[in-house]
């Protein structure tokens, strides 16, 4: 194990030094290269910062406005159907359109009922087996200039579901 941790101090650095090296074997302009990816980039940037400048507003209006809250007591007799913790449902909300909002909400949750307890646990693994959906959708379809998404949605609302159905799952393995 204490290798694994001690090369991971030296991956990137070797594969840094390793890229260069094959560009100047290849006689790449390798700084000329970097340039043009960083002017490419920050094009990128420029073309999807009004998206995402509308994402972490609507969040934010919904968060701020209580909507989420009243969204999840509206979903909260579905939930106790489902044996899902009402606690949780903005958090499964807000987490497909914004990781760092669904973060705060996190913290809330980790400060209210602490990060080991059931619904730390379930709202940590459920952060690391979810996507944030529309976003991902929003943006690198736009960079990319998709239009026919076909089945992408879909796709990706059923795996969502599916993280969050094993997130619950796993949880109470955790536990015991």
């Known amino acids: 194990m204490n290798f694994l941790v001690y090369l991971s ?18 006689k790449i302009p390798v700084y ?3 340039v043009k990816g960083a002017k ?5 940037v420029a073309s999807i910062l009004p998206t995402l400048v509308g994402l972490m507003m609507g969040v934010g209006v919904l968060r701020a406005s209580g909507a989420l809250e009243a969204l999840g007591n509206l979903l909260s007799p579905l939930a106790e159907l489902l044996h899902f913790p009402k606690e949780l449902i903005p958090v499964s909300i807000v987490r497909m359109f914004s990781s760092s909002a669904a973060t705060g909400l996190v913290l809330d949750i980790f400060e209210q009922y602490g990060p080991d307890s059931y619904l730390g646990i379930i709202t940590s693994i459920m952060m690391s087996c979810t996507e944030t959906v529309f976003y991902t959708l929003s ?3 736009l960079a990319a200039k998709v239009t026919k998404t076909r089945w992408t949605l ?12 094993i997130s619950v799952i796993l949880a109470g393995f955790a536990l015991f």
């Open 9 to 26: 101090n030296y991956i990137l650095p070797i594969l840094f030094f390793y890229l260069i090296g094959f560009g100047l074997l290849m």
């Open 32 to 34: 000329d290269e970097f």
């Open 40 to 44: 490419e980039g920050l094009t990128t």
């Open 139 to 141: 943006v690198y379809f």
């Open 154 to 165: 879909s796709g990706a609302l059923i795996a969502t579901l599916a993280g969050i159905v």
